[in-house]
Nanobody
């Protein structure tokens, strides 16, 4: 059974940075999985943020391009999300998604 555990969320001022991390267990070959981040703001649907596939290709939502960077360490079964220049509208619960599995989410709050 695949389990994903996120960490790194918190409260930050506009313009600040956070680094989210998601560690997977129960996966035999992490490098073959697509790993992604989604987020869900209060009252809104869950939306795509960033994705990293097995070839190292990365894609981002337009709203975070140039500010967020997705990374992965296949040896450590980890996908990360470096978030810079955070904006108020980035406030949401962030979820990692690997294969068919979802993490429990980590809260990111951007507030002055």
């Amino acid at each position: 059974q695949v389990q994903l555990v996120e960490s790194g969320g918190g409260l930050v001022q506009p313009g600040g940075s956070l680094n989210l991390s998601c560690v997977a267990s129960g996966i035999t070959d992490y490098s073959k999985y697509i790993a992604a981040w989604f987020r869900q703001a209060p009252g809104k649907e869950r939306e795509f943020v960033a994705v990293s596939n097995w070839s190292g290709s990365r894609n981002y939502a337009d709203s975070v391009k140039g500010r967020f960077t997705i990374g992965r360490d296949n040896a450590k079964y980890t996908v990360s999300l470096q978030m810079n220049n955070l904006k108020l509208e980035d406030t949401a619960v962030y979820y990692c998604h690997v294969g068919d599995s979802w993490g429990q989410g980590t809260q990111v709050t951007v507030s002055s």
